[in-house]
């Protein structure tokens, strides 16, 4: 597979695989997830499936979407008749949100063939091609996965990477990177370069081409030499950092699981309100 982001096009070209399995992983924007779920049935992709971030975590972690066991994951995307050997297409209804945190998901549990479509939903409807509506009921499949702990980072891994002035990249927008909101917990982890993941978009949320991306990473101060932990507000949109360092043969990378919302909620750590 050359490419982790799959044109609307070529999806289209080969959607009655046998082998392929399409997801929508969109994680609503609004406090009622479901209204993610009620979009889906009104208009999805053909034989799509829901892959709810929400649904398909660690149920006992005090934070929302935390990464689920491997045994959990196994379990859950199995139902949803996807195997490890498939060729996987996620996709949100934003354009480009929450799908880079379900390819994360996958591929951290050893998935070798994931790909997120490229302006997602929108970009499908845009290029003419037919939607449906209703739920579809999954064909058996089995899930086995290899969990690869080297693409994910927990607290204490960052606070010894931010100790060590290692690379730290932050998703999240310069006003919540730099505390300008107003709000007590906004600000940044110490040490942390701040690059809003939307400086990787275009205006159709399709992501700009490989040479661009890479310009803005390393316009942002990254040495592609080194390890690098992407964090954001929840571990949602870094993973759409994590996409575009892989997309541009950055394989060192990791994501930071808790991000923000978990860094900021212990009094222990320290808080930066300033932009770098």
Not at 12 to 22: E, F, K, L, Q
Not at 90 to 119: E, P, T
Not at 134 to 143: C, E, L, R, Y
Request: hydrophobic share 40%.
């Amino acid at each position: 597979m050359s490419s982790n982001i799959i044109s609307a096009t070529e999806l289209h070209a080969i959607i009655s695989d046998n082998d392929i399995s399409i997801l929508d992983a969109t994680l609503a924007l609004s406090q009622r997830q479901n209204i993610a779920h009620d979009n889906f049935l009104i208009s999805h992709i053909d034989n799509a499936q829901f892959f709810d971030i929400d649904v398909i975590a660690d149920d006992k972690s005090t934070f929302a979407h935390t990464l689920p066991s491997p045994e959990i994951f196994s379990s859950m995307v199995s139902k949803l008749g996807v195997s490890h050997t498939d060729h996987i297409i996620v996709y949100d209804q934003y354009g480009m949100f929450s799908a880079a945190r379900a390819w994360w998901m996958f591929k951290i549990m050893g998935a070798k063939n994931v790909r997120v479509l490229d302006g997602g939903l929108p970009e499908w409807k845009r290029s003419g091609y037919t939607t449906y509506s209703g739920a579809v009921i999954p064909s058996k499949k089995q899930f086995n996965a290899q969990f690869n702990p080297n693409m994910v980072k927990l607290t204490q891994d960052v606070y010894t990477a931010m100790q060590n002035e290692q690379y730290i990249i932050d998703a999240r927008s310069e006003e919540r990177f730099s505390g300008k909101t107003g709000f007590a917990k906004d600000g940044h982890i110490p040490n942390s370069i701040n690059l809003h993941y939307k400086e990787l978009l275009d205006e159709r949320q399709c992501f700009l081409p490989k040479e661009q991306l890479k310009e803005k990473i390393q316009d942002a101060g990254f040495d592609y030499t080194n390890h690098i932990i992407t964090t954001c507000g929840s571990g949602v949109t870094a993973c759409i950092l994590a996409l575009a360092l892989d997309e541009t043969a950055h394989k060192n990378y990791s994501v930071y699981d808790g991000s923000w919302i978990e860094w900021s909620n212990n009094t222990a750590l320290p808080i930066c309100k300033h932009p770098y």
